[in-house]
């Protein structure tokens, strides 16, 4: 850790600085593994960079997807047509990252888990959010946007990976919430009556109990544990009242068992990617949700761990491995990929997005 100050103006010159000539924003612009374009990565720092008046970054980012979903239409119709006659391949179904040119990454021995449906639902509620803060829509992305709302309608409820990229053959809740709430906001954006209702059809199964135990948000049917990446259906997806008994519930399991004191936030109990450690996004999704709840208290302690996580060139890792739940596996994965990426665009998002929860977002 350095001892640099880390200031909105650090995390937003890390994200531009890094945003691809395409409009496209690498997850990592110096770890092998993270130089692609991810669809929930980069929806998140497009997000991030309207919150902090950016609009020329995230419009060039949202051109980029339309661009890219376009090019491949003829993959949507494929996959489309193998959700609704439930011949589902993961290798048919749209990728969840690309080049930075917009292509298919080329076929390697060790094959991408790329089937994930939440990056779609996340593209499109940040678009959404992107044309309410006043920037045109224009006919391409509306048009990339309305394919986008079909695959989704065909394919939202299909088991796939999760947002970790992990855990196939589930219909994960964290999905099930980016789903619904970019068919939600996608809906009302493009006035697509059939996308509203089907979020609303979502927002319900999410808080049945499939998904539910013991009065919270659970990963997946047959799993009894929480994950960090719950919160989002709290906050910002605005899918469950904060003060809901479901809410309150959950996120009060998160805090006991994933919130490390004095420290960051881990993703699930058991998690063992680089040993299962703290995350610096999660500890920034729990802080707004905490100022969501009136806790501004819990929101500035994330703050300053996540600040104080940054290294000397001001740069934010994808997660501080000090209190590993598993040191043999944060062994194994540094032999594998080396040390965690860094810098991570996604953490710099979730800080610049942090700050302007504490300020008082006004979406303009």
């Known amino acids: 850790m350095g001892d640099v100050d880390l200031t909105a103006e650090v995390s937003i010159r890390v994200i531009a600085g890094s945003q691809a000539a395409t409009g496209a924003y690498p997850a990592s612009p110096v770890h092998e593994v993270y130089r692609y374009g991810w669809l929930r990565d980069g929806s998140w720092c497009a997000h991030a960079m309207d919150r902090v008046g950016e609009r020329s970054s995230s419009a060039a980012w949202h051109r980029w997807v339309a661009d890219v979903v376009l090019r491949h239409e ?60 006043g920037t045109e829509m224009g006919p391409r992305i509306q048009a990339a946007a309305r394919l986008v709302v079909r695959y989704l309608l065909a394919a939202a409820e299909v088991p796939c990976y999760d947002c970790w990229e992990e855990h196939p053959g589930h219909r994960h809740t964290s999905t099930l919430a980016s789903v619904a709430a970019g068919l939600r906001d996608a809906g009302a954006l493009l006035d697509d009556a059939e996308a509203q209702e089907r979020a609303e059809r979502l927002q319900r199964l999410l808080v049945g109990p499939e998904h539910t135990l013991a009065g919270a948000l659970i990963r997946f049917a047959g799993d009894t544990r929480v994950d960090a990446s719950l919160l989002w259906a709290i906050v910002p997806f605005a899918l469950l009242p904060g003060d809901s008994d479901i809410a ?56 300053r761990w996540i600040e104080a996580s940054a290294d000397a060139a001001g740069h934010l890792p994808e997660q501080i491995a000090d209190r590993p739940q598993s040191p043999h596996m944060l062994a194994y994965w540094q032999q594998r990929w080396g040390q965690t990426a860094t810098p991570l665009l996604w953490s710099h998002a979730m800080h610049l997005i942090l700050l302007d929860d504490l300020a008082g977002d006004d979406a303009t």
């Open 74 to 133: 003829h993959r949507v119709a494929q996959a489309m047509d193998a959700a609704w006659h439930g011949t589902v391949d993961g290798r048919v179904m749209m990728p969840a990252r690309f080049t930075l040119d917009g292509d298919e990454e080329p076929a390697t021995e060790e094959e991408w888990p790329n089937f994930q449906l939440d990056c779609y639902g996340v593209w499109l509620w940040a678009l959404a959010d992107h044309v309410r803060r």
């Open 248 to 303: 309150v519930t959950t996120i009060r399991r998160i805090r006991d068992e994933l919130l490390v004191p004095a420290g960051g936030v881990r993703r699930y109990q058991g998690d063992t990617f680089y040993g299962g450690a703290e995350w610096i996004l999660l500890a920034a999704s729990l802080g707004s949700v905490a100022i969501a709840r009136g806790d501004t208290d819990l929101a500035d302690q994330m703050r």
